[in-house]
Nanobody
Framework: QVHLVESGGGLVQPGGSLRLSCAVS????????IGWFRQAPGKEREGVSC????????IYLDSVKGRFTTSRDNAKNMVFLQMDSLKPEDTAVYYC????????????????WGQGTQVTVSS
């Protein structure tokens, strides 16, 4: 059974950092790109980052470029999202998902969603 489980969210002050983790099981993670998405209250889910199968290529939402870094450890079936210089507008529930389609930041091209982890950036 396919499972993606996010962890690492929490409350952080503006300018702070968090590292999210996505634990993958039930399928060979090395065969899939993995994406991170977020959804704030009242807003649509948006793609934050995407990492290819080997981890050699990444894509980011413009607003997080230079602040967020995604990585993966295929031996441990883990994907990570390092978030630095956090801003209040980064507040959202963050999800990881497995890429099925062709677009790296479009939620319709992803599935096997995790349950999400809450990130709140506030002073």
């Amino acid at each position: 059974q396919v499972h993606l489980v996010e962890s690492g969210g929490g409350l952080v002050q503006p300018g702070g950092s968090l590292r999210l983790s996505c634990a993958v099981s039930g399928f060979p993670m090395i065969n899939y790109a993995i994406g991170w998405f977020r959804q704030a209250p009242g807003k649509e889910r948006e793609g934050v980052s995407c990492i290819n199968k080997s981890g050699s290529s990444t894509i980011y939402l413009d607003s997080v470029k230079g602040r967020f870094t995604t990585s993966r450890d295929n031996a441990k079936n883990m994907v990570f999202l390092q978030m630095d210089s956090l801003k209040p507008e980064d507040t959202a529930v963050y999800y990881c998902a497995r890429k099925y389609g062709s677009s790296c930041l479009r939620s319709a091209d992803f599935g096997s969603w995790g349950q999400g982890t809450q990130v709140t950036v506030s002073s």
